[in-house]
């Protein structure tokens, strides 16, 4: 019922987008109990079915890893991945699986790098969140060091930075060194706040932002995903022909 008054409300788009435009999504939390994610393998099945009925052909799984929080390691996170795939073989979903990591650049972040186990897509694509409370004193260091090794850095969620809001170049300084951008798709319908709407359109209008991304973690973010496919903001994403997801 949510998504048909949708349909009709002002703003919105009287034809949802068919999110098989966008063909694969490289970040969520679909592997159960490993970090603030899926909580079982029931929910990673759900959420899973719900994303290929909106049309994605292929998903990167991204659990958290943290120096304090969610101590996650390649293993576990492979591991946990095989686990999925068996059940969706199961179940009779078809959908490719594969799993990365959404590494937060924090006080431990340089010791997982330097030991050279980071887990990547794509072609060395690495995926790399910030604190919501503050810039890490050594990111540009770390973002040099990566890149020096190869690693293409994709900036998971940005328009959710708000210690940024009021200094838009330092976005403009990332793009620059040749950091990707990665928005939240349910952030342009305002599910975080209006501000974080108002900075993930911005970035559309700019065409600052390369990938887009659900970072599903429950059947809420389904939800606010299902209302996104009504956003007009994300038919002029696609329409931009700017987003790289389908190169993964």
Request: aromatic content about 12%; proline content about 3%; hydrophobic content about 35%.
């Amino acid at each position: 019922m949510g998504l048909f008054k949708n349909l009709f409300t002002p703003g919105k788009l009287t034809k949802p987008v068919d999110l098989s435009a966008i063909k694969t999504d490289m970040h969520s939390h679909l592997i159960p109990g490993i970090d603030d994610g899926s909580d079982s393998l029931e929910s990673s099945v759900e959420l899973i079915r719900g994303m290929v009925e909106l049309g994605y052909q292929k998903i990167i799984t991204t659990p958290h890893i943290q120096g304090e929080f969610y101590q996650n390691t390649p293993h576990i996170i492979l591991s946990g991945l095989e686990r999925v795939k068996r059940e969706l073989k199961k179940q009779n979903i078809s959908v490719k699986m594969e799993a990365a990591a959404e590494y937060l650049i924090d006080d431990q972040f340089e010791a997982k790098y330097k030991e050279g186990e980071l887990l990547t897509f794509g072609k060395k694509h690495l995926l790399v969140e910030m604190s919501y409370f503050n810039e890490h004193p050594r990111l540009k260091e770390f973002l040099f060091d990566l890149q020096i090794e190869g690693y293409r850095i994709i900036l998971a969620h940005p328009e959710r930075y708000s210690y940024w809001f009021r200094n838009f170049k330092k976005y403009e300084e990332l793009k620059d060194r040749g950091i990707f951008f990665q928005i939240n798709i349910t952030s342009l319908t305002g599910y975080y706040s209006a501000d974080v709407k108002k900075m993930a359109e911005r970035f559309v209008d700019e065409e600052m932002v390369d990938f887009a991304g659900t970072d599903m973690h429950n059947i809420n973010y389904l939800e606010a995903l299902r209302r996104s496919c009504s956003e007009k903001y994300l038919k002029k994403l696609i329409d931009s022909g700017k987003l790289l997801n389908s190169t993964l």
